[in-house]
């Protein structure tokens, strides 16, 4: 486990919590305005269009054993992102990587979080895009077990539909609005839907698979994440069935396995929707499968760095 503090305090494992590292916000370092700096140093100005009107673009990707994975993925959908949005991002792919590479040997955490964060900019009449901000922070996160989650997560569904959802954009409105409704119904997280047909989870896109053994995933409006991108060339590599497709609820009504996907989480295998019961967890599932398969082509990446 890794916690971050605000403190000035650098701690190692010790005896009250053996597998803990404290990171303090002082001793990372990031990149913002051009130049490395402590984090705690960083900030866009108040007058910038991200803080003032929520316009702004990121990707975020996880540091395994000091490797960024499926980076130039990730860099491809960032850069898309910021394309999609107007916003020069100011740096070529390789400017990004070295500035990455550099993030990663400087902090010295093995297992991180990277965010790259484009940023409206400074506008004069508080509108118009002049010169973005970019930020390049490395967060340090627990990395997720090697295990699948046997217990699963219970999903609720809420009518919404994410703006430009092909662009990883900052808007988070509804996903952090939400939240508390979320938890108050027992859920892990909330799927999103629109006149029954199922978009994504704000965080991960949804899969089902169906009796007949399909894996079927969301075609339409949605992001398309970097763990699915794996997960559907894992699927074509194997030769098992797959659709990308309108999900309804009625498919999930009748699904035999659902999960969801993210660059954080992996696979979660997803137990319950509203008041639908989907089949335990088994370890002969598809999920479970795809799971193994997902594992393996992390430490396939990683061996080929
Ligand atoms: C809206 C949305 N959908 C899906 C995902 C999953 O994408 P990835 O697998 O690249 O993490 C994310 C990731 O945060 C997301 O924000």
């Given at each position: 486990m890794i916690l971050l503090t605000p403190d000035s305090k650098l701690q190692t494992?010790?005896?009250?919590?053996?597998n803990a590292i404290i990171v303090t916000m002082n001793s990372l370092v990031c990149f913002s305005n051009n130049t490395f700096m402590p984090l705690k140093d960083a900030g866009f100005p108040v007058t910038d269009l991200g803080v003032q009107r929520g316009y702004g673009v990121f990707d975020f990707l996880r540091v395994t054993d000091r490797v960024p994975l499926f980076q130039d993925d990730h860099l491809e959908r960032f850069f898309n992102s910021a394309k999609e949005m107007r916003?020069?991002?100011?740096?070529?792919r390789e400017e990004l990587k070295e500035i990455i590479a550099h993030l990663i040997a400087k902090n010295n955490i093995p297992h991180a979080g990277i965010r790259l964060l484009l940023s409206g900019g400074t506008s004069p009449d508080g509108y118009e895009i002049v010169q973005p901000n970019l930020a390049i922070v490395l967060q340090p996160i627990t990395p997720p077990s090697d295990q699948i989650s046997q217990q699963g997560y219970k999903l609720v569904t809420y009518p919404h539909q994410r703006q430009m959802p092909h662009v990883k954009t900052t808007d988070y409105l509804m996903a952090i609005w939400i939240n508390p409704w979320v938890k108050e119904k027992g859920a892990d997280d909330v799927l999103y839907q629109q006149n029954g047909i199922i978009s994504e989870c704000p965080r991960s896109n949804f899969f089902i698979v169906t009796q007949s053994g399909t894996i079927v995933t969301s075609?339409?409006?949605?992001?398309?994440g970097i763990t699915r991108k794996q997960i559907l060339l894992i699927a074509a590599e194997q030769g098992m069935k797959l659709e990308e497709r309108d999900i309804s609820i009625e498919d999930i009504r009748v699904a035999k396995e659902a999960f969801i996907s993210s660059s954080t989480k992996r696979i979660i295998p997803v137990v319950k929707i509203d008041d639908i019961v989907l089949p335990p967890f088994s370890n002969n599932s598809v999920t479970a499968k795809l799971y193994q398969y997902l594992l393996q082509r992390e430490k396939d990446f990683q061996i080929n760095q």
């Open positions: 494992p010790n005896s009250n919590s053996p916003l020069p991002a100011g740096k070529t075609a339409k409006n949605i992001l398309k």
